[in-house]
């Protein structure tokens, strides 16, 4: 599936993508010929500060990005200003440009890093069916059957995660329990 299409059936199912950066990039590169983006998406202001995030227009899907020495109070209060504006540089930043590096949440938000691990958990969890219990190399031709297959696997999944390492200390849990 292409990029493009993730994205239109993303966005019309309300599917909040999380995408890795390629791993083969690195170092800044220039939006538009104006402004440095840095390695997490966020623009970088011409004294090499990362600016700040100051909202997102859902209805445009753009994020805003204002000078990191500026603040609603003051105005801008840099050495050298980027913009005659009051309020100093601001930028924005179009997620359908580049929906892998331009994302929402911003990749250094809190918000990314719980949605983030709860995806490699989910991974992880993908990979330990498919490869280790080798969901895909059964040869039945019924759905019930794979199904069945399926929730020995998630059990054994679960038994796992209990960290049943023996099956004595499997029967002795199930003995606690009776008990």
């Given amino acids: 599936m292409t990029l493009a299409l993730f994205m239109n059936t993303a966005h019309g199912k309300n599917i909040t993508p999380f995408i890795d950066l390629n791993p083969g990039h690195t170092g800044h590169f220039t939006y538009k010929d104006d402004f440095t983006i840095d390695d997490d998406g966020i623009p970088v202001c011409k004294l090499g500060l990362r600016m700040h995030k100051d909202g ?3 209805a445009k899907h753009r994020a805003k990005y204002r000078c990191p020495k500026a603040n609603r ?3 801008c209060f840099c050495e050298h200003p ?3 504006a009051k309020y100093g540089r ?9 929906p892998r590096l331009f994302n929402i949440p911003p990749r250094d938000s809190k918000a990314w890093e719980k949605e983030y691990d709860r995806r490699t958990s989910v991974e992880r969890s993908n990979k330990r069916e498919k490869e280790d219990y080798k969901l895909e190399d059964g040869r039945h031709r019924s759905t019930k059957m794979w199904y069945c297959r399926l929730y ?5 999944q679960h038994l796992d995660a209990w960290e049943m390492p023996s099956i004595k200390a499997f029967q ?5 329990l009776a008990a």
């Fill in 56 to 58: 997102y227009e859902a």
């Fill in 73 to 75: 109070k003051r105005g």
């Fill in 82 to 84: 980027c913009s005659p």
């Fill in 90 to 98: 601001t930028v924005h930043i179009f997620t359908d440009d580049n």
């Fill in 152 to 156: 020995g696997i998630m059990m054994l």
């Fill in 172 to 176: 002795e849990s199930l003995l606690g």
